[in-house]
């Protein structure tokens, strides 16, 4: 049963890579994969007896903020908006907290199987999503064969973030060779340059800075290096990255610049908007995916007074920490990241049993994690529930020893 839950789940997750925002594609697939990880899980469990405490743990943790949102069940406009994303985040959670305890107790040697299927395949899925995106000359933002370029370089960080812990923390003999190693990381920044996400090169710039932050003469012209060359190719050249970088400071700095339109002018003020919304129901909010009918962005009410769009379309905020308070008060907000505060605390209590790099690994994670969500609405979103119950359950378990993956 044990072999077969290993392998149910090394098919989900790479399918999981595949498949989960693909354009045009129906979740049936995805959910009947995620189904029967948890069928074939729960059903070993029963007949084992036994639940463990850990997993249990860390179920009430992730889902706890979901039923708080229940409380709001009075204020809702939309049943189906909030029942619909409601299922589909407790069942994402579910699935994640069944797959990351499974992973880091399975030995070295199926997980470095797994690690390997997953990049390969990956490598392949992106570099023909790549090849299509230039022959048909697409429009927009390369994304793959993912219908959100966010969601995508979400995933190449998370496959970024595998690699590293495993070639930290994994035995020496199991570990991927070195040149492969930076040869495959060197392909996933790229990917996440084309994209031109913000939030993923500033992850990227996060991810670096912490995890190098020992001070040492190599280390700091290093860092300057790459930044001398980050800061010529954003800003010496006329390009959309640098375009974006510089609507993002203009949104803080002068947003009157800004025209309705711009993404940031439209970002900062739902922002805004949210918080005022938070001020009135501060504490069960306004109900699970509700934001839409009380966030209406300045563009779409001039568009709607010249008589482009029938009815003014409202829009969620696109900052989780907002949509999160709007969907279930500050409580949920409080509860839901609960489990980054509680990984913290552990991190910082069991500091001496780590070593120095691991700690700042550990801490570049929470801080991407931190970053992220202020440009993204993604509490509902596979890689981000795996991310943020990978992080807490590691620093759950593996902070009370001197951790070294232990092959079986």
């Known amino acids: 049963m044990n072999k077969l839950v290993s392998l149910i789940i090394s098919i989900t ?10 354009k045009n594609s129906s979740l049936y697939v995805f959910w009947i994969l995620g189904g029967s990880v948890i069928a074939v899980y729960f059903l070993r469990e029963m007949l084992r007896m036994k639940l ?7 179920v009430l943790y992730n889902t706890a903020w979901l039923f708080w949102c229940l409380f709001s069940l009075n204020k809702v406009i939309d049943q189906h908006a909030f029942w619909s994303f409601f299922i589909i985040t407790l069942f994402y959670t579910i699935l994640c907290c069944i797959i990351v305890p499974h992973i880091i107790s399975t030995p070295n040697y199926i997980i470095r199987k797994s690690l390997v299927s997953i990049i390969v395949c990956w490598l392949v899925f992106s570099f023909l999503g790549l090849a299509f995106f230039i022959l048909t000359g697409s429009e927009g933002d390369f994304s793959s064969f993912y219908s959100n370029r966010n969601v995508f370089s979400y995933a190449c960080l998370c496959i970024i973030f ?66 001398l060359t980050l800061f010529v190719l954003v800003f010496g050249f006329d390009n959309p990255i640098s375009e974006r970088v510089f609507t993002f400071i203009y ?26 919304v938070i001020k009135d129901n501060p504490i069960f909010g306004v109900g699970f995916n509700q934001s839409q009918f009380y966030l209406f962005p300045d563009y779409n009410i001039l568009l709607f007074e010249r008589g482009e769009k029938e009815a003014i379309v409202g829009q969620y ?92």
Do not use: W
Request: glycine letters at 2%.
């Open 52 to 58: 463990t405490r850990s997993t249990l743990k860390l």
């Open 162 to 227: 595998a690699m590293m812990f495993y070639q930290e923390f994994s035995e020496s003999r199991f570990k991927l060779d070195k040149k492969i190693y930076f040869v495959i990381l060197a392909v996933l920044i790229f990917f996440i340059v084309i994209t031109k996400s913000m939030k993923a090169l500033f992850s990227l710039a996060i991810i670096y800075f912490i995890i190098n932050s020992k001070l040492s003469i190599r280390n700091l012209f290093k860092f300057i290096f790459l930044a």
């Open 251 to 276: 949104a803080f700095t002068n947003p009157s610049t800004l025209g309705v339109s711009e993404s940031s002018y439209i970002r900062l003020n739902l922002i805004l908007d949210g918080l005022l």
């Open 13 to 22: 997750l790479i399918f999981c890579f595949l498949v989960y925002d693909l």
């Open 317 to 408: 905020s696109h900052n989780n920490y907002i949509e999160v308070a709007l969907n279930g008060g500050i409580p949920a907000l409080i509860i839901y990241y609960l489990p980054l505060m509680s990984s913290v605390f552990y991190l910082i209590k069991r500091r001496r049993l780590i070593t120095s790099r691991q700690f700042r690994m550990i801490l570049a994670a929470i801080f991407v994690k931190v970053f992220y969500d202020y440009g993204m609405v993604s509490y509902k979103e596979f890689f981000n529930i795996l991310f943020i119950t990978f992080i807490y359950y590691f620093c759950l378990v593996f902070t009370k020893r001197n951790i070294v993956l232990e092959s079986k």
